[in-house]
């Protein structure tokens, strides 16, 4: 079982903010900085906990503005009034330096921390990868080329990120290996209505494998619909046109 604790975190600014905090038993493969959507802490105990059992530090910030932040496109930050991201990313990229003598570190986020996973993937420095659950905001402000291989999850009868828009996301971004799940809806992995148990379980699984490649540093790994990112490690030489690959198709 995991060792959990409570942690304080300091920002560059010196300002501090809590953290919980999940150890494997044994030594550690490397790091996951888990970004929640709003309250719901007993749902990220449970997957910090499960991201322990598999071997990795987890630390969830518990960041100062309320979640509900969308994403933005990035590229050179803008000022701090036209960028209410900045502080969130200052503080995201505080606990991934947390953690980073425990190896590499990857992202994952949901819904609005979804969105934050996004844009901390080109904004923050020390990520290997990054994983977003029913981002919000990514498919309205897709913003730059990733920097960081980035996985993403999406019901396909989500009302909040709308399918449509998702098709249009992954002609966009070829380099993403975006994700759907038929009859999924926004929410898919949390107990109560919205839970899908067969999606649930194939992104954890994709998540997982996605993980263990970039962090790891296990062979490439191609999945089923995988899209272009994932095939990228092991073939430089083929060049995709962005009017081949339109992302994974749905399942």
Wanted: hydrophobic letters at 40%.
């Amino acid at each position: 079982m995991a060792t959990e604790s409570t942690i304080k975190l300091t920002a560059h600014d010196g300002h501090t903010f809590q953290a919980f905090r999940a150890d494997p038993i044994d030594t550690p493969k490397g790091a996951i900085v888990v970004l929640p959507d709003g309250g719901g802490s007993s749902k990220i105990r449970k997957v910090a906990d499960a991201f322990a059992a598999s071997g990795y530090v987890v630390v969830a910030p518990e960041l100062s503005p309320p979640a509900g932040v969308e994403a933005t496109a990035d590229g050179e930050a803008p000022t701090a009034a036209q960028d209410p991201v900045a502080p969130l990313l200052a503080e995201i990229q505080s606990t991934v330096d947390s953690v980073k003598e425990c190896g590499k570190v990857a992202v994952v986020g949901y819904g609005a921390g979804g969105g934050l996973a996004y844009s901390a993937a080109n904004r923050v420095s020390g990520l290997a990868c990054a994983v977003s659950y029913y981002a919000i905001g990514v498919v309205d402000a897709a913003g730059a080329k990733r920097k960081v291989p980035t996985l993403l999850h999406f019901g396909e009868a989500d009302p909040i990120v709308p399918f449509p828009a998702v098709s249009m996301f992954r002609a966009h971004h070829p380099e993403v290996s975006a994700f759907s799940y038929p009859n999924a809806a926004h929410d898919f992995d949390a107990e109560g209505d919205t839970y899908d148990e067969t999606a649930t379980a194939m992104a954890q699984e994709r998540t997982l494998a996605w993980i263990s490649q970039y962090v790891v540093g296990q062979p490439p790994i191609t999945l089923k619909n995988a899209g272009a990112y994932a095939l990228a490690k092991t073939d430089k030489k083929k060049k995709k046109k962005a009017d081949d690959d339109m992302g994974p198709p749905a399942d």
